[in-house]
């Protein structure tokens, strides 16, 4: 049986994981700080540590106790259009946690590190992105990624570390946390709906992404440590059809049954044309049947309905303020204002 660990496995890609892992009977621990996932997402069968990638101490002590196989790294802070402004925070969860987590595998000897890395080290322009292609990223936690992915190569051509790296996009479904406003646009979308909001884009609206649904990436990612031929490799996952975020709109508030009422902001710096080819990974992982987003997005919005609306969270420790987006500054003058006078 299987030993692995999957970081982050609260959150929400993280949890499908594991689930799809336990189902392959993986025995699974899970490492998550609960910063941005909820134990409501926690698999009844894994084993559940509160703790960070941070603590490299921590790190170490659980890799010594649990003689893992394999580790699926998960855990991140993902909202690219913010991490401009946090640059220390996004640098320290997103690339030193990573660099705890390798360094802890070579020591343990772990047989592969499933790396979930992101389209955002592409870059611009580079549409549709392939694995061949050299990564230009153009915010802050694209190059994260980026380096975690060459901290991987040479971990493996000095200590021979095997690992795979998955780059999925703009990944949406159930057990996401709709309550976080810098990201993860479907959900966003859902969350003001629920509320009687009308749904925030940045823009004309014409920017291209193509939406996958967890259904079609949480699987690859948990059994790509069975196919020799994923190792030491990259691969792009996820849907193949780009649609803009007018078109989205319309979709999500017609499955959440609410009218499409949309609000345009001012242009944030943002890659205006973001997806994948997929050859790579079908021929390494088969040619799947995958999710349509009108499918997928009634999915989410039967369970986003069930569980109702979140309070939006605010990013409290901004620490750069020149450029923000002025929905998400006027945002921090409200909050520094009740601050103040409360």
Request: glycine share 8%.
């Amino acid at each position: 049986m299987p030993r692995s660990l999957v970081t982050g496995g609260a959150g929400f890609m993280g949890s499908h994981v594991a689930d799809c892992l336990l189902q392959k009977g993986h025995r699974v621990v899970i490492l998550d700080d609960l910063s941005g996932g909820f134990l409501a997402n926690v698999p009844k069968e894994a084993t559940f540590v509160q703790g960070s990638i941070l603590d490299h101490q921590a790190v170490n002590s659980l890799f010594a106790s649990h003689s893992f196989d394999n580790v699926y790294h998960l855990a991140a802070y993902a909202a690219e259009g913010l991490s401009h402004f946090i640059k220390r925070f996004n640098y320290t969860n997103n690339l030193i946690g990573s660099i705890n987590l390798i360094n802890a595998s070579v020591n343990y000897g772990i047989k592969c590190f499933v790396f979930t890395s992101s389209i955002a080290v592409y870059g611009a322009g580079q549409s549709p992105m392939m694995e061949s292609m050299i990564p230009v990223p153009e915010d802050s936690y694209g190059i994260a990624k980026s380096a975690v992915e060459q901290e991987l190569k040479i971990s493996h051509e000095m200590f021979g570390l095997d690992y795979v790296i998955l780059r999925p996009h703009n990944v949406y479904g159930e057990r996401q946390n709709i309550g976080d406003r810098y990201r993860n646009v479907v959900g966003i979308f859902m969350n003001q709906l629920l509320k009687g909001e009308p749904m925030t884009i940045f823009g004309d609206g014409t920017q291209l992404r193509a939406f996958t649904h967890i259904s079609d990436v949480a699987p690859i990612i948990a059994e790509s440590v069975e196919h020799p031929s994923a190792r030491n490799e990259v691969f792009n996952v996820g849907a193949d059809q780009p649609y803009s975020v007018n078109e989205l709109a319309h979709m999500v508030a017609e499955a959440m049954r609410k009218t499409c009422k949309v609000r345009h902001l001012e242009p944030r710096n943002e890659v205006k044309v973001a997806f994948s080819d997929h050859s790579k990974a079908e021929k390494v992982f088969g040619k799947r049947k995958k999710t349509s987003i009108q499918e997928g997005i009634r999915a989410m919005a039967e369970w986003v309905r069930e569980h109702g609306a979140r309070e939006s969270s605010i990013f409290e420790s901004i620490e750069v303020e020149k450029n923000m987006p002025p929905s998400w500054a006027d945002v921090l003058c409200r909050q520094a204002v009740r601050g103040v006078t409360s």
